[in-house]
C-alpha cells in the first residue's frame, strides 16, 4: 500500500488513511498507534472534548467501578509511572482529567475533529475505500475505518407516557449537563436502579428535599469501599506493573489483577463459605464475584452468593418492607452487571427517601408536576431517568453502514450482532470495531480489551501494507463458526437467565442474545494472536482486483 495522497482527486474529497470514529479511550489510543505507523488518520468525535462515556455521564457520583490503578493505559509506562490517581474509584471528573491529559501528552488534538457526528459510511467497492459522511456535511473516504464508539454510550430515553408534559427538569444520567446541577430544596424523582442510580441515589438524597426512587427490579450491589489512595499502596502497583498488566491481560477472565478463586462455592461448608463472602464484602468492588470459581456457572453455587448480600441488605435497610423490596428476586447474581457503591442501601433508612416499587404498580405516566404509579401522584421538581443504553450495538446502529453490495450493517444485524471475533462483521471490508459485540468487552476491565483490539488492529493493518494488499474481511464460515461459539459459551452461563442489557433486552424490540464474548481475556487473546500468526485465518485479504487468502507467514 502506498502513501495516500491528501486529496482524493477524483472525487475531490479530503483522503485519509484511516477514519476512527469516536475519540474515548479506544479512539485515543487507536490514533496514537496509527499516527506511529505514519498513517494519515482523522477521528471524529460527536462530543465536545475527548474522552467518550466519562464525557457524557457526569452524574452526582459518577465514578469507576474498576479500581483506577487497574482501570488506566498500560501502553506507557511513563503514563502509568507519572500519573497520580487520588482514590482508590476514581470519581468521573478525574478520569475525564486523564484522558485529557493523554490527549495532550500525546499531542492527539490535532487530529481529532471534536462536535462531529459520522452519520454515514459507504464502501466503495471499485476504489477498495469507505467514503464517510459527517454532521458538518463534509464527505472523506479513507481506507480504513475503525468504530471506537463506545458500549455504553448510547443514553436510552423510556417511553413513558406524559414525559414531555412534564414541567420540571428531566436529566439522563447518560446525557448529563456540563455545569452543576444542585438539586438543594428540591423533590427529585430517579427512575432506574442500575449502576448509574445506584451511583447517584445517595449523593442526590444528600441534596435533595425529598427523593424517590421508582424501581421495577432490585439489583445486587456491593460496597465499593472507596477511600483516598496512600502513596505506599500507589507504589505497590507501579513497582508491580509488569506482572499486574500481565496477568489481566493474559490470565484473569476479565482483565482485572485479583485473586483468583481455585474451589466451587459448594466445596466449603457454610462457615468457611460465609467467611469467604464476609472477606470479600469487606473488601468490596466487583471482585466480590471472585470468590469462588463457578458462581456464573452453577445455581446453587450462585444462590449461596445472592442469599448472602440479600441477608446484608436485610441488616442495612431498617425498614423491613423497603429491605425486601431491595433484594433482587428474579436473576442470578452477577448474570446482570453487579453494581458497586457507596451507601446505597443504607440511603434508604434517610427519611427523606422512598423506595416506589413500579414492578406491582408500574408508572402510569408523568404529569406536569409528578410520576403517577399505583393510581397515587409523587409529586416531584426535577427527573432523573438513570434508564441505561442501548448497549453495544447502539452506538454503531445510529451510523448509517454500508457495505457491499449495498448491504447495511442495520440490515445485517437485524436479528442480532454477526462478527467474527467481535472485530469484524462479514460483508464490511477494512472495517474495525473496538470491544465490539462478539468479544470480552463489557464483561472485561474495558482499558485491557481496548488496548489489545487496538494493538491487534494496528498489526493487521501493517501487514496489509507490508504486503500491499488493499482489502481485509471476514468470511462468512468464520464469523458464523465464532458467532456459533459465543453463543455457546454463553449457554453454558447462568447469564442468559437475565433480562439485562448484555442480552438486548432492555430495548424493546432488540433481538435477544447474549452479545459479549465470555471466554475470558486471556483465552480471546491467545485465540486472536492465532488467527494472526496463522496469516489471518478467518480473513480474506484483497490485493488490488485480486482476492487471495492469505497463507500462513
Ligand atoms: O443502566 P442499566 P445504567 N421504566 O441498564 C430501569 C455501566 N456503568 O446506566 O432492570 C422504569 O443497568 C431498568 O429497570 P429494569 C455498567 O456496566 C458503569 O445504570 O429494566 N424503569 C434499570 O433499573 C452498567 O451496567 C458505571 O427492570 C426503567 C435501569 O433503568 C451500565 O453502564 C457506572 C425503564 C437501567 O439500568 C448501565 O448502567 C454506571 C422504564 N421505562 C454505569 N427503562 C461504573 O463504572 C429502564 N429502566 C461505575
Known sequence: MSAMPSKDHAAGHEAYDVVVVGAGFAGMYMLHRLRGQGLKVRVYEQGGDVGGTWYWNRYPGA????ESMQYSYSFSDELQQEWTWSERYAPQPEILKYANHVADRFNLRGDIQLDTRVDRAAFDEAASTWQVTTSDGNTVTAKFVVLATGCLSNARMPHIRGLSDFRGKVYHTGHWPHERIDFTGQRVGVIGT????IQSVPVIAEQARHLTV????????????NAELTAEEREAFRSNYPEIRRF?????????????PDRGALDDGDNARRAKYEQRWDRGGLTFMLAYNNLLLDKAANDSAASFVKEKIAEIVRDPETAKRLQPDDHPIGSKRICVDTDYYATFNRPNVTLVDIKSDPIEAITPNA??????????????????????TGSVAKIDIV?????TLNQKWAEGPKTYLGLM????????????????????NMIVSIEQHVDWITEAIAFMRERDLGAMEATKE?????????????QMTLYPQANSWYMGANIPGKPRIFMPYIGGVGVYRRICNEVAAKGYEGFVMSAAERVERMAAS
Open 63 to 66: 465514578r469507576c467501578d474498576v
Open 194 to 197: 442500575g449502576s448509574s442510580a
Open 214 to 225: 421508582f424501581q421495577r427490579t432490585a439489583n445486587f450491589s456491593i460496597p465499593a469501599r
Open 248 to 260: 489481566a491481560r493474559e490470565e484473569a477472565r476479565n482483565g482485572i489483577y485479583a485473586e483468583m
Open 371 to 392: 410520576v403517577r404509579a399505583g393510581a397515587k401522584d409523587y409529586e416531584i421538581d426535577a427527573l432523573v431517568l438513570a434508564t441505561g443504553f442501548d448497549a453495544m
Open 403 to 407: 457495505g457491499r453490495a449495498g448491504r
Open 425 to 444: 462483521s462479514e460483508g464490511f471490508p477494512n472495517l474495525f470495531i473496538i470491544t465490539g459485540p462478539g468479544s470480552p468487552s463489557v464483561l472485561s
Open 478 to 490: 468464520a464469523e458464523d463458526r465464532w458467532v456459533a461459539h459465543v453463543n455457546d459459551v454463553a
